[in-house]
């Protein structure tokens, strides 16, 4: 079942990475944030959830007839219903990170945990198998969606739908981040490729397993480093004293605590 679930990832993953393209950093990294901007960031990344949400599900019979696994098709299916769930917050959830509204935003995403977790519990003692995994992840994306609409003051409006003007204001920013994220993509994904392609999905199922457990600790604290330190990191981005004395101070805890 995980085996499954770490194929359908492997595409999933890379169509977070379109989907997003670092234009929700730029939100936070932006000194001056229009509504304009915002209002552009939000329809780009919605009709680019929507866009490969459909380019997952046609291709949905070819990935899984790559691997071999029949199981895989009406995963990916299901799979492709987050793109668009998390699209469609992935502005809001931007906006309350350069508040540093970091509270609202655990809350969020441990209560929208906890309903997923027990839903996927539910569906596996009830048979469902792998889609219990699938259920869980349209559940804690949904839940995420509908609390970050809520948590922030934000709405898009359909006056202009994408100002390019805008748009190309980010455009140097979120295409060198974006270029970073693929090639960290490829490095990162290679081996569960490899492992689903030319082994089993039992196979890729323990090692994508057991590597998760291994990188779990190293993850989860410069995740919540990088997510905390970033706003800040923004708003004194002409202040290379400050930056300097926040990085090292975060970067020397990290190592302290590893």
């Not at 929507?50 to 995963?75: E, N, T």
């Not at 990188?215 to 997510?227: K, M």
């Amino acid at each position: 079942e995980y085996g499954i679930m770490a194929m359908a990832l492997v595409i999933i993953n890379l169509g977070i990475l379109l989907r997003d393209l670092g234009t929700s950093a730029a939100i936070i990294q932006k000194k001056s944030l229009s509504q304009d901007l915002v209002n552009t960031v939000f329809w780009l990344n919605s009709f680019m959830g929507l866009a490969l949400a459909i380019i997952v599900a046609v291709s949905a019979p070819f990935v899984s007839s790559f691997y071999g696994q029949v199981k895989l098709f009406p995963v990916l299916i299901l799979l492709s219903i987050t793109f668009p769930l998390s699209s469609c917050a992935a502005t809001h959830l931007a906006l309350l990170e350069r508040e540093s509204r970091f509270k609202t935003i655990s809350f969020i995403e441990v209560s929208s945990s906890i309903i997923a977790v027990i839903v996927a519990i539910t569906m596996a003692n009830m048979g469902f198998g792998v889609f219990s995994l699938v259920g869980q992840a349209i559940i804690l994306n949904l839940m995420s969606a509908i609390q970050f609409w809520r948590a922030s003051k934000w709405r898009p409006y359909f006056k202009r739908f994408i100002n390019l003007d805008e748009l190309r204001s980010i455009f140097g920013f979120s295409a060198n981040l974006s270029l970073f994220n693929f090639i960290n993509y490829f490095s990162r994904n290679a081996d569960s490729f490899i492992i689903g392609k030319f082994l089993s999905a039992a196979i890729l199922g323990s090692y994508n397993l057991a590597y998760r457990l291994m990188l779990f600790p190293i993850q989860t604290l410069t995740f919540v480093a990088n997510r905390s330190l970033y706003p800040i990191l923004s708003r004194h981005q002409d202040d290379n004293s400050v930056i300097s004395k926040n990085y090292f101070n975060c970067v020397f805890i990290i190592l302290m605590l590893t």
